[in-house]
Each structure stands twice: as C-alpha cells, then as structure tokens.
C-alpha cells in the first residue's frame, strides 16, 4: 500500500517532533496505541540508535512511522494525537503549514468531553439588560439549526472561570459581545481563540473593540427591538456560514 500525498505530508512534522521529543517509553507506548509494539522493539537500530544519538535515528522514525500508517492508516490520526499531547507545548506543522501546540493551563483544567459541532456559547456581561441581546442570539442560533447557551446560566464548577472554560471548550463557535469593555469578555475571547474556536464579536459601539481586535470583524447592532432583530437575521447568516465551514472541516 502506498501513502497518500496528504499522508505524507502529515507524517513529516511528525518525525520531526518525535526527534525532537521522544524517548524510549514514549515509543513503547506508541506502539502499544498502534498495535507496533512487537515491530519497535524488534527493530534492529530504532531504539538503539535513540539510546546512543546516532546520527542514522531520524531515518529510522521516518521508517516505523510509515510502517504504522500502512498497516493502518487510522493510525496516523491516533500518532498525530499522541505526539501532541506528548511534545507538552513545542509546535509542530500540520499538513497546511500551521502550527499546533500542547498547552497546559494553571489556572483553570481542559475538560475531556468532546466539542460539539452544533453548540455555540455567548459571552456577554452578566447583566439583565442584556437579555433581549440573548433572546436575539438565541434565536439566530436556533434559525441555524444550533443550541447555545450563556456562561451566566451554568453552575456546575466551584469556579467561574472553569464554568466558562467548560462552556467555551464544549462549543465550536463562541459569540463575544465586547459592548461595555467589559473585561471578563475580553478574557473570555482570549480564551476561545487560543482553544482554536470560531469567534463572533459583536458591540453596540465600535469604540468599544479593543485595539487589538479591531481588525476581525464584527457585528454593530442598536439595543432596541428593530436592531436586535437586525442583529439576529445577520447573526444567523454569519452562523450558518460558520456551520458550514465547520462541517467540511471535521
């Protein structure tokens, strides 16, 4: 069986993070992941070339790792997953030049559920008078064939913050209203583009879009019925844009 071209794209930035990071328990449990591990340690130069920094040990990577895609190729997807959980923040290349890190919070836990790719989250003040906002939002969502919910309306964490970054990490689109600067929205945002989410911004005043996010568009509504309900309708076309480019991703 040969490799694909986008196979063999993938697989370079893998050897090369796995030279760069791997040691010799690393490969064992790969292998035992892979269904390899009678093939890495039988290998006549892998390991031993690892344990005395031979010069031959990237060719010898590039080997087994080709070896594991065609016996199977589901297992590059179970490689590229290991490896970036084990390089523990140095990035590597993905097949169309981006890189991916490892990130590893302080202050705050990655949750283990899977996102959901119909599932929006609103960032917004904690604020009653933005609750026809959120009826706007809502319905957007709901018009797009997706659920949403608002961080204010959880409490499933002794923390706020690990209640936002649950509701953040469940969702693939994040909406962000930076009307009022307020702060914990800003931080909020940070959050969501660093987890690789799509964000939305809206405001009531563009004065209110911080420097630094100024360049990504944004949706302008008026907080009475007319503009919320212009909002909503632009709101859902952004949506089912979003949606669609998610799908064609996963």
Request: hydrophobic residues 40%; contains cysteine.
């Amino acid at each position: 069986m040969r490799l694909e071209s986008e196979q063999q794209k993938r697989i370079l930035p893998l050897k090369a993070a796995i030279v760069e990071n791997f040691d010799r328990e690393k490969w064992l449990e790969l292998g035992l992941m892979t269904g390899f591990m009678e093939e890495i340690r039988g290998h006549s130069r892998l390991l031993r070339s690892w344990d005395f920094g031979d010069p031959d040990y990237p060719g010898h990577v590039l080997d087994i790792l080709v070896a594991m895609v065609t016996r199977d190729p589901g297992n590059l997807n179970i490689i590229e997953e290991y490896v970036l959980d084990s390089s523990a923040g140095v990035p590597f290349a993905q097949a169309d030049g981006r890189k991916r890190i490892s990130i590893s919070p302080r202050v705050f836990d990655i949750p283990s559920e899977t996102p959901q790719l119909d599932f929006v989250s609103v960032m917004m003040p904690f604020d009653a008078s933005f609750n026809g906002v959120y009826t706007a939002i809502q319905a957007a969502c709901r018009n797009s064939a997706l659920t949403c919910q608002r961080a204010d309306n959880i409490w499933n964490r002794s923390t706020v913050i690990q209640d936002v970054v649950d509701l953040i990490w469940r969702s693939s689109i994040v909406i962000c209203d930076f009307s009022g600067r307020n702060a914990n929205v800003f931080y909020e945002c940070g959050i969501a583009h660093t987890l690789g989410r799509h964000v939305v911004p809206i405001t009531q005043s563009k004065g209110d879009v911080p420097f630094d996010l100024q360049h990504h568009r944004y949706l302008q509504y008026h907080p009475n019925d007319e503009g919320l309900a212009s909002l909503s309708r632009d709101l859902e076309t952004r949506l089912r844009t979003l949606a669609g480019q998610i799908r064609e991703e996963k």
